[in-house]
């Protein structure tokens, strides 16, 4: 363990005989199958004492869990799951004094990557063991908290269109199949954009804005943080077919912000209405249309994370 003096102010570290913790696994994630039989076993080999282990059938019956274990003191709740696992949870424990520990069962798991947990389970247990807990912000958008990233257009379009099935199958391969039909058939939309220093008018295909630092596997900005208290924005202006394709596969390189029409910019608030109206989406999961009014919740998530997570500052 290292000296923990030289960490940022922000840290904590806690004994596991000081946390209650209570367990919930989504059995909708695409992984759950394949990793529920060993995880008993994984907590108990790590010393890692629960009150409870719940498997729920869905992000729903996982909020009223989440709000069961609260009212019951827990302060440490480990959830499975996939992004749209964690920014329910997120919802939940937003301003709580019990803990998030993280174990990725989903397709993309980028609220793990962003704070450098282990994708395979035995490894972000590990974190969990540990007991180094940080405070993390959250965005929101129109009154609810997520973790990592929300989208508008397009990609939330898309992420409404992917089949679980298919999810559990080819994993992150099942949004390119499931998002053919809504390629070719979502059509660009005005948006107008206010933030704390501008505002913008633009046509585009569509939007991301994030908390955290990655949408999917890459930044979604070069300097995108989840603890500067800053959304992360981004956009382009190209909507035909070989734009947003390109923009797609600039995306997958790492280069999304070195497009020509790429519109960029970090802001504390932001808002976008948008015409038509269109879907937003929250860690993959939707939540309704537009208008959307993002901010930022600074700080408002105690989360376990790895020795090597030095993104926590004042």
Request: charged share 20%; glycine share 8%; with cysteine.
């Amino acid at each position: 363990m290292p000296n923990r003096r030289s960490l940022n102010i922000l840290s904590l570290w806690v004994p596991l005989a000081k946390m209650r913790a209570s367990v919930i696994i989504n059995e909708r994630s695409s992984r759950t199958r394949k990793h529920l039989a060993e995880l008993p076993g994984l907590l108990t080999a790590r010393g890692i004492e629960i009150d409870s282990f719940t498997v729920v059938p869905h992000e729903e019956a996982l909020r009223k869990r989440l709000q069961r274990v609260l009212k019951d003191g827990a302060t440490l709740a480990i959830v499975g799951g996939g992004d749209g696992a964690m920014t329910t949870a997120c919802d939940v424990l937003a301003h709580e004094v019990c803990a998030l520990g993280l174990v990725p069962l989903g397709t993309g798991n980028s609220f793990a990557l962003t704070l450098g947990i282990p994708d395979d389970v035995a490894g972000a247990l590990d974190v969990i063991a540990a007991g180094r807990i940080v405070k993390v912000d959250l965005g929101t958008v129109n009154g609810t908290y997520f973790a990592n990233f929300a989208t508008i257009g397009l990609s939330a379009e898309i992420a409404d269109e992917a089949s679980h099935e298919l999810k559990v199958i080819i994993g992150r391969l099942a949004y390119a199949i499931g998002g053919v039909r809504s390629f070719f058939t979502h059509g660009a939309f005005r948006a107008k954009i206010r933030w704390d220093t501008g505002k913008k008018q633009i046509f585009t295909q569509q939007i991301v804005i994030a908390n955290g630092r990655y949408f999917g596997n890459q930044p979604v900005t070069p300097d995108a943080t989840i603890t500067d208290r800053q959304l992360a924005f981004f956009t382009t202006t190209g909507v035909s077919h070989l734009e947003v394709a390109r923009m797609y596969v600039a995306f997958a390189l790492g280069l999304q912000t070195k497009l020509p029409d790429a519109i960029v910019f970090s802001s504390r608030e932001i808002v976008v209405k948008a015409s038509p109206k269109q879907l937003v989406s929250i860690d993959g999961k939707t939540l309704g249309k537009t208008p959307a009014r993002f901010g930022v919740a600074p700080r408002a998530l105690r989360v376990c994370v790895p020795a090597s997570f030095d993104d926590a500052r004042d």
